[in-house]
């Protein structure tokens, strides 16, 4: 049996920004709070650090960002 490493939550957020190959819409803060809250329901992040943690990623690679997650969602837990 072949085990395989636990990503941590910056992998798996370097993995959503990789995975959106279009370059001409900007990457949703929503979608991607969303999709790693999805991925990582246990994650100790809040999601005010899980949309920093996309917006980094996705600036260091020239990406345009979407800020449409709502103050509720990015501001809390």
């Known amino acids: 049996m ?6 941590t939550s910056r992998q798996i957020a370097e993995q959503y920004v990789g995975s959106r190959k279009t370059l001409a819409t900007p ?3 929503a ?9 990582m329901p246990g994650c100790a992040l809040s999601n005010q650090e899980l949309v920093a943690m996309v917006v980094e990623l996705a600036t260091a690679r020239g990406r345009s960002i979407h800020f449409d997650a709502p103050a509720q969602l990015s501001a809390g837990t």
Request: glycine share 0%.
């Open 2 to 7: 072949t085990m395989v490493p636990k990503l």
């Open 31 to 39: 979608h991607a709070l969303r999709a790693l809250k999805m991925a």
């Open 27 to 29: 990457i949703s803060t």
